[in-house]
């Protein structure tokens, strides 16, 4: 089945030490997301790419970088994680940027931060 | 700027009990909404949209939704609920057609269903 992967399921990381979280999907998708849901929290889009054009929202902490190497994998980098950034991490994709693609989600990275 | 809130922060009701999930958005453009479904541990699952035509919306699983643009509502609906109905659920609103598809997201409604 076509389907969007996250690994890990389950990340600990310490305070300040760099972590990569990773997605793949076999969809084909041109757009891929990468949202943060912390705990009892609605998901917040940190930021998308369509194809290789990467977008960036306003107010995603400069701590957060993504990388998207060809259409299948996008990395989520997190150069310096604090305590704050503990949370569940869902990468999506879409066929387009039309509001009627649907987005598809994955299971999502869970990151603790010691 | 687009908002949704979720009225329930928590639902619990009895198997094959109905139940309504409320949800109330602001937009000062044209909109389009969405419910989604989270089970324990998993990521978002699309229930249905609404994207324009009829305002009644039937979605996977027995829900529906309605649009009422004078209410600014789209409460979610579904007539008899099952124990595998239990999950959080978020209600969505995009406000715009052309560019990236940026849904702003609810507080979610957890939704419990008792034996």
């Known amino acids: 089945d076509a389907m969007v992967i996250q690994n890990p399921r389950y990340q600990v990381t310490q305070f300040g030490k760099p972590v990569t979280l990773s997605c793949s999907q076999t969809?084909?998708?041109?757009?891929m997301y990468w949202y943060q849901q912390k705990s009892s929290q609605a998901p917040k889009l940190l930021f998308h790419?369509?194809?290789?054009?990467?977008?960036n929202e306003a107010d995603t902490p400069d701590n957060f970088q993504s990388r998207r190497p060809n259409t299948s994998f996008c990395f989520l980098d997190i150069r310096s994680p604090g305590l704050g950034d503990a949370a569940m991490y869902l990468c999506?994709?879409?066929?387009?940027?039309?509001?009627?693609?649907?987005?598809?989600f994955g299971p999502g990275t869970r990151l603790t931060v010691l | 700027a687009q908002s949704v809130t979720q009225l329930d922060s928590q639902v619990p009701v009895f198997e094959e009990a109905p139940v309504e999930l409320r949800c109330n958005y602001s937009?000062?453009?044209?909109?389009?909404l969405f419910w989604y479904v989270q089970y324990p541990n998993q990521g978002l699952q699309l229930l249905l949209k609404?994207?324009?035509?009829?305002?009644l919306v039937k979605g996977i699983n027995g829900f529906e939704a309605e649009f009422n643009k004078s209410q600014t509502s789209f409460h979610l609906r579904k007539p008899s609920v099952h124990i595998s109905d239990t999950a959080e659920y978020f209600c969505?609103?995009?406000?715009?057609?052309?560019?990236?598809?940026?849904?702003?997201f609810g507080q979610g409604t957890r939704l419990t269903i008792n034996p």
């Open positions: 999506a994709t879409s066929g387009g940027l039309a509001v009627y693609n649907e987005q598809f």
């Open positions: 969809l084909n998708h041109n757009v």
């Open positions: 790419y369509y194809d290789k054009d990467f977008n």
């Open positions: 937009s000062s453009v044209s909109v389009y």
């Open positions: 609404y994207l324009s035509g009829s305002t």
């Open positions: 969505a609103v995009s406000g715009s057609r052309q560019g990236a598809q940026k849904l702003v």
